[in-house]
């Protein structure tokens, strides 16, 4: 008998550890809604009326500048499920009549925000025309800057500059959460070090206001803006969006309504097999580790 | 018998235990940072501050296939071969030592990453190196400290 205990042993922790790691998969996998309803999209960003993109600083991309009031496919209201529908005007960027829709929620100081950045531009000039991004703030309570880069965000926003902006923020968001008030690799960063906690965020406004002068944006209204009523319904709105979709982390993503697993968005070859599988015709499952569909041809 | 002797073929169940046990602390360890990080979840560290940087850095992962999941797979092979070696069996310590080694070489580079890479460093992490330190530590103890028992000793007996 002494002779089969071991394995007896073993095979009792093995059968705990895969049921105790399904059992964690199960409560901790996203509660997000498994499909958030596509909405008429009319942009949130207006015409720019501040000086043109080529005038910004290397640093900032180029971005595609979308006519406002363009409205988005609908799906038909019987296949909506619950959510709010109507979260303001959202941003967006990309084809106006682009067959596919990702809307993200994110958090301008969340890491795997910054770190889907990078890889979402690069889908969004591969897939060009086709596709439309669609932003929204999702700040979470424990980013204790989060709430204030959403303002500037769309502080920046109201003079035509959201995505420049939202570029900005997420290009130096290693920086500016760690009170580096730099901007870009050329220049040498000014570590803050001695400021107690609590000055942080005035530190933090000012780098955002450094960032407004480099997009050309009028200061003093973008320091207004960053505190009116109006920035603050567009960020609600988001939130009360996210809210009726159960978003409880970032970044959270929608391909054309349906929900994008963790893993789909890990990476430019899952995103674009995610969006292929939507184009042709095999919806992404929530919780898949990415579509079968065969990759399509960016362009 | 000398007592030379005798202290090198001392079995030592009680050290195999121990890393069994242990093995089964990095093991559950491993399991959470797997799901965290299939959830998509932001996992938020305790003592340090650097966890989603480096839990969601390209180091995170291999492929798709989270690097929690192959430290669940080491862990589980320490164990069980950990747990074969208390009961005595031949050839179990041998290969435990070789699984620790390659947990040590891979936990030395994690470090690595973690302090000259990434300059971040994350709890779950650091545990985990704690743990593998300590079963190559045990591992060691072993090993110099002359043949066990375990290995000369015939199989338990039904």
Known sequence: ?299 | MSDTQAAQERPRPRLFSLAALLSLVGLADSIYLTITHLTGEDVTCVASSGCSEVLSSAYSSVGSIPLGAFGALAYFAAFSLATLAAFRYRHARKFLTMVVGGMLVTTLWLLYVQAFVLHAFCDFCLLSAALTLSLSTIVAVVHFTGRTAAEQAPLPES
């Open chain 1, 1 to 299: 008998m002494r002779r089969y205990l071991p394995f007896a042993i073993i095979s009792a922790v093995l059968l705990i550890a895969l049921g105790t790691g399904l059992a964690l998969f199960q409560w901790r996998k996203p509660r997000s809604a498994a499909t958030a309803p596509l909405v008429p999209i009319v942009s949130a960003t207006p015409e720019p009326t501040v000086a043109p993109a080529s005038s910004i600083a290397p640093a900032v991309p180029s971005s595609t500048q979308v006519p406002a009031a363009e409205v988005a496919p609908t799906v038909p209201a019987a296949q909506e499920p619950p959510g709010t529908a109507d979260a303001g005007l959202p941003h967006f960027r990309g084809g106006a009549t682009a067959p596919v829709t990702i809307e993200e929620f994110g958090d301008f100081q969340c890491i795997p925000c910054g770190n889907l950045f990078p890889k979402l531009k690069k889908v969004e000039a591969d897939y060009g025309e086709r596709l439309r991004v669609v932003f929204r703030h999702k700040p979470m309570h424990k980013h204790e800057h989060a709430v204030l880069a959403a303002r500037a965000a769309e502080a920046a926003g109201l003079q035509g500059r959201f995505w420049e902006m939202h570029d900005l923020l997420f290009e130096n968001s290693g920086r500016w959460t760690k009170g580096v008030d730099t901007i870009g690799p050329e220049t040498s960063p000014s570590r803050r070090l001695e400021s107690p906690l609590l000055a942080m965020p005035v530190e933090v406004r000012d780098v955002f206001l450094r960032y407004a002068e480099t997009l050309k944006l009028d200061v003093e209204r973008f320091k207004t803006d960053m505190d009116s009523d109006e920035v603050k319904k567009r960020i609600d709105a988001d939130q009360a969006r996210a809210d009726s979709l159960a978003i409880d982390r970032t970044p959270t993503l929608y391909i054309n309504g349906h929900l994008v697993s963790g893993n789909s968005h890990r990476s430019v070859e899952t995103l674009h097999a995610a969006i292929d599988a939507v184009l042709s015709g095999k919806l992404p499952d929530e919780g898949a580790s990415g579509p079968t569909a065969t990759p399509a041809q960016p362009k």
